[in-house]
């Protein structure tokens, strides 16, 4: 691919019109021949920059609602024609077909539609035709043709210009294909999968992932491998959406851990009362209710003090001076929330290192879209683990009922246990974890390691017995043997909440029976992997 003569034609057809008009002026001012459509030839008349109508150019008016306008060989000619094909230049002169040397075309609103919440026919509607067909031209023919589809590539595309006596690179044009090629390939996607779901087909033939570079990473998990953050468009409160206020950039494990945190404080309903989650490794450190957002935070680090250290901590409700704070007592990696006051601004502003989120709001763990993960040659997906239990949904399965305050708790460790890796045990206490045991191969192990973690809390605080003793324990799948469930007896546990569905419920019934354990059954599991 070689160098070509300076850009003497383009066709500027935009949705967007953010920088239409200084683009338009600033070409026209190269001495550049502007043929334009509809809204953005008038937006470009308004700003004063000359503009030639397609319609003039093809012979044929726009029609049938503006559906049909670009699509003709007088521009697609102009588009596709080899310049060093003698064919196809005598083609150009035989029908008066004019080269086009660069395609200014950002797509009708789709996704944007479809967030709305727009009907069906509008959503179809808004699906681009004649655009996507040009920049597929264009960049098709990017030896010759430079094709622009995103707001911020029109400076680039001035400065390259500038640096090449009015024409572009080709490793520009190159440059400019591909991210054309990505952003109609992410058009297709969100329309193929959202007629997917308006249709009800859950399981579509071809399922295409799109999303669009938000941050290029130092490194991922380690420092040996590359990796970036791409978004996926959704509006859904969280990391992705997120204002970063201060602190340096987010690293790989700092965006999964802060989306891990922030979906579990989000089980906890701000209107019951303020909560707090520290995540550590993508597993809670600690979880708590609070009289106030500092008594949660107090309570969620006294679970497990040393594992809170360069942790994660989110926040169901606006973080306040006095969480600040006390947040600011240890090293934190990142703080969440849905707001922050200005008092607490200026608490975090000295913690140069501590990178503070604000969302606006928060997830909603009842409703999500769908969860993917890579495997060697291929993807698994599946609908985000949505599952909710209420206190009618539970069912009493030992001689002993618990209690309305040992319900509070169980179903608060059930909450919990749904965001700790697998096999999960989770102690609650008066709305507070005091110990977790995550990701172990054996339940026996996690319950185990959950009591540890609560005999160091008690060491930690001064307590005189564990606060495992009278807790209430939430195991995400079943007790598959009576082991696992004395291991909490053992350690305290006065009551249980997990999944049943095991075929030794009987003996593991009868053995919460023996211990004196209330034990209740929620009929839903929560692994997590």
Known sequence: MTDQSPIRRALISVSDKTGLAELGAALAARGIEILSTGGSAKALREA????????????????????????????????????????????????????????????????????????????????????????????????????????????????????????????????????????????????????????????????????????????????????????????????????????????????????????????????????????????????????????AYRQAFDCDRTSAFGGIVALNQPLDVETAEAISQIFTEVVIAPGASDEAKEVFAKKKNLRLLTTEGLPDPRTGGMTLRQVSGGQLYQNKDTGFVARDDLKVVTKLAPTDAQLDDLLFAWKVAKHVKSNAIVYVKDHATVGVGAGQMSRLDSAGIAAIKASRMAEALGLAESPAVGSAVASDAFFPFPDGLMEAAAAGASCVIQPGGSMRDPDVIAAADEAGLAMVFTGMRHFRH
């Open 48 to 295: 004063g920059v000359a503009v030639r109508d397609v319609a003039e150019v093809t012979g044929f008016p726009e029609m049938m609602d503006g559906r049909v306008k670009t699509l003709h060989p007088m521009v697609h000619g102009g588009l596709l024609a080899l310049r060093d094909n003698d064919a196809h230049v005598a083609a150009m002169e035989e029908h008066g077909i004019g080269a086009i040397d660069l395609l200014v075309v950002n797509l009708y609103p789709f996704e944007e539609t479809v967030a709305k919440g727009a009907d069906y026919d509008t959503c179809i509607e808004n699906i681009d035709i004649g655009g996507p067909a040009m920049i597929r031209a264009a960049a098709k023919n990017h030896a010759f043709v430079t094709t622009i589809v995103d707001v911020e590539d029109y400076d680039r595309l001035l400065g390259d210009m500038d640096q090449h006596n009015g024409a572009t690179c080709p490793k520009f044009r190159k440059k400019m294909a591909q991210v054309a090629y990505a952003r109609t390939g992410a058009y297709d996607a969100a329309v193929s999968t959202w007629m997917a779901e308006a249709i009800g087909v859950t399981t579509p033939r071809r399922r295409v992932v799109a999303g669009k570079l938000a941050q290029t990473l130092r490194y991922g998990e380690n420092p040996h491998q590359e990796a970036a953050f791409y978004t996926d468009g959704t509006a859904r409160p969280g990391v992705a959406t997120a204002v970063q206020h201060q602190g340096k950039e987010l690293s790989y494990n700092n965006i999964n851990d802060t989306d891990a945190a922030f979906e579990l404080v989000a089980e906890f309903d701000p209107a019951d009362g303020p909560a707090v989650a520290i995540i550590k490794h993508a597993n809670p450190s600690g979880v708590a209710r609070g009289a106030t957002l500092v008594d």
